[in-house]
């Protein structure tokens, strides 16, 4: 016989895998029970980032005698009785495993004083047996403290990433619960340090201002929409704010902060042709939505939500965006009469949304430089098909039905340089004579092929200038933090970066390539991708860092749209895009060029019908 029985201990650390894989998976669990727990005050204490210490005080209804000795045994929960209630459980927690989880993985204490109570119970848990109990004085609440996470799991433990990136995920975390609970008094503190302390509010503005710059609050546009069981409500930032990350979208299901891809995509429609390509906004969606219409249950860590009628959810949500932008814009129209002449009907990018169930509540936005116009590089940030991406604004050309990529198998073999180049369209595309119709070549998203292809064959062995003067690049303490452990992948991509103090790097040489790269602002891009990807393994987050920023390289330095070509210039393009291996696409995934065939031309001018 080889089958045997787990012993119970090595079951739950197994299990408690499902829940606990950082410490912020614990203050998630730990939050939320003290909001279930009717807390008007949570106080995080961590030390390392929560590694070796992780409490939280709470002052909710605290845990009677008999509850809190079993509070930590799996499927104990004061939450629901039966599995039918799943569907309309109001509390965050309701499975009855994240204490026996948290038990199970580190040393844990926990001390609550229940309403009914003149005292408090002391409880100390090791390995999910408690191992010691006292009755002392303490404040109506509870508190947990948590230490040496993984002490008895070290291939868990191991996959602890440094303390600045699990402390992020875990402040991120914090700011969604202080975005999500106005009436609760947050207080974080980290190595002895207050971090974050936010005293109630009343409005999602005045949150935002505890949490971000003061000053944001006033450039915040508040919104709320309805169609049939769903609303949307909440903040949002316009043109005048972007940040590198997404770390400013915070989305709510029902009050529960989630994670949604196709939420997150329909935010950014909505903020098309309004922010740059790879930069993001703040905002603060509230999705409120019959629970029938949702499930939560399809992750043990409840941050993914499945919606019913997914896409009525996404367009309701792209339209209030949308809506909400116009709304101020037009505001600014009227208030402004030194507005661009160049915005008009034409490049108006919201003309088309008009709805009645949409109230834009307040648009307070300041001085805000309108971004509405691509003069070059309006790319999808597609890079790596398989990554997590944002819809952004992509041109759209005023083809007839019948152009096509010019991708098509039986082109595949021709010389570009074989066909007779007409002239520069719009100093943007290339014209050329082939022999099936009318061949136009995007000449930023072609030299920028060009380019990616030729980082990638050199990588390693870039040709590099040595910086005369190195130029010095400040950063946030804690942005530079999180980048040093990439420094060697830039190096093997011709950039050389030294660290000189906490905040500051010395940019010593750079790729022959990269001049016209603004080396601040890939670093910038690059830390955002760090967060967006922190919780990968650390070889993935490295190939999608290495692709994208190759791809960020090239589109930097490449041919602009706007750029006049002379014929040489033109024929040198044409020669290095035939000699790419896949030039049908740039590297974020937009044609290169497109074929508008003989008998399309012949059609409109009506020889042919
Ligand atoms: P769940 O939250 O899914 O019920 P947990 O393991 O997180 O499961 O908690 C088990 C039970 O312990 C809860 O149902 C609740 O009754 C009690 N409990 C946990 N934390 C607190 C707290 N901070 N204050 C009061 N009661 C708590
Ligand atoms: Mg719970």
Not at 217 to 231: G, V, Y
Not at 405 to 427: D, M, V, W
Not at 443 to 456: D, F, P, S, V
Not at 504 to 515: A, F, H, I, N
Request: hydrophobic letters at 40%; one cysteine or more; proline letters at 5%.
């Amino acid at each position: 016989m080889i089958i045997k029985y787990l012993p119970l201990q090595e079951a739950q650390k197994i299990a408690a895998g499902e829940v606990v894989e950082r410490p912020s998976n614990i203050v998630k669990e730990l939050i939320e029970n003290a909001l279930d727990a009717g807390a008007t005050k949570i106080t995080l204490t961590l030390e390392d980032g929560g590694k070796s210490n992780l409490t939280i005080t709470d002052n909710g209804c605290g845990m009677e005698v008999a509850d809190a000795r079993i509070c930590f045994l799996r499927h104990t929960t004061s939450k629901i009785t039966t599995f039918d209630e799943l569907q309309n459980v109001l509390t965050f927690g309701f499975r009855g495993e994240a204490l026996a989880s948290i038990c199970s993985v580190a040393q844990v204490t926990l001390t609550t004083r229940h309403t009914n109570s003149e005292h408090a119970l002391k409880l100390s848990i090791e390995n999910g047996v408690i191992t010691q109990e006292t009755i002392i004085g303490a404040p109506l609440g509870t508190t947990i403290e948590i230490k040496d996470l993984f002490y008895n799991v070290p291939a868990r433990k191991k996959f602890l990433k440094t303390t600045t990136t699990e402390l992020n995920q875990t402040l991120q975390l914090f700011k969604a619960f202080c975005l999500s609970n106005l009436a609760v008094h947050f207080l974080l503190s980290h190595n002895g340090s207050i971090v974050y302390s936010c005293p109630e509010v009343t409005s999602i503005d005045q949150r935002i201002a505890q949490l971000f710059e003061p000053s944001l609050s006033k450039q915040l546009c508040d919104f709320s929409a309805t169609d049939d069981s769903i609303t949307c409500s909440g903040a949002l930032t316009g043109a005048h704010y972007s940040r590198y990350d997404r770390n400013g979208i915070f989305m709510f299901v029902n009050n529960r902060w989630i994670k949604n891809y196709g939420i997150s995509q329909a935010i950014m429609k909505g903020y098309m042709n309004v922010l740059q390509p790879q930069k993001y906004p703040l905002i603060v969606l509230n999705i409120t939505i019959n629970s029938t219409e949702v499930d939560i249950n399809t992750h043990p860590k409840k941050e993914e939500v499945v919606f019913l009628h997914r896409k009525t959810v996404e367009h309701l949500i792209t339209n209030t965006v949308k809506q909400t932008l116009e709304a101020h814009i037009s505001q600014r129209l009227q208030q402004s009469s030194s507005f661009p002449q160049s915005y008009n009907s034409k490049t108006n990018p919201f003309q088309h949304f008009a709805s009645e169930q949409f109230s834009p509540k307040r648009s307070v936005f300041k001085d805000l430089p309108l971004q509405h116009t691509y003069a070059s590089s309006p790319f999808p940030d597609n890079v790596v098909p398989s990554a997590p991406v944002e819809s952004t604004p992509q041109i759209s050309f005023p083809l007839p039905e019948h152009a096509q990529p010019f991708a098509q198998e039986s082109h595949i073999e021709e010389s570009l340089s074989a066909y007779t180049i007409l002239g520069q369209l719009h100093l943007t595309y290339l014209l050329l004579e082939h022999p099936e119709g009318l061949l136009l070549i995007d000449q930023h998203a072609a030299h920028e092929r060009i380019l990616y292809e030729k980082i990638a064959a050199s990588f390693t062995q870039q040709e590099t200038i040595s910086l005369l003067f190195p130029e010095t690049i400040s950063l946030q303490k804690n942005d530079l933090e999180e980048l040093l452990e990439y420094l060697p992948l830039l190096h093997d991509h011709g950039i050389m970066l030294e660290q000189i103090s906490v905040n500051e790097l010395v940019l010593r040489s750079k790729p022959v390539y990269s001049q016209a790269v603004n080396i601040t602002e890939l670093l910038q891009h690059i830390i955002g991708w760090i967060r967006d990807y922190g919780k990968a393994e650390k070889d993935a987050i490295t190939r999608f860092i290495t692709e994208k920023m190759r791809a960020q390289i090239a589109c930097k330095a490449a041919i602009k749209a706007g750029d006049l070509l002379s014929q040489e210039k033109m024929q040198a393009l044409l020669k290095d895009l035939n000699g790419t291996t896949n030039r049908f696409a740039c590297p974020h995934g937009r044609p290169t060029s497109w074929l508008l065939p003989l008998f399309e031309i012949e059609k409109k001018f009506k020889r042919k019908l």
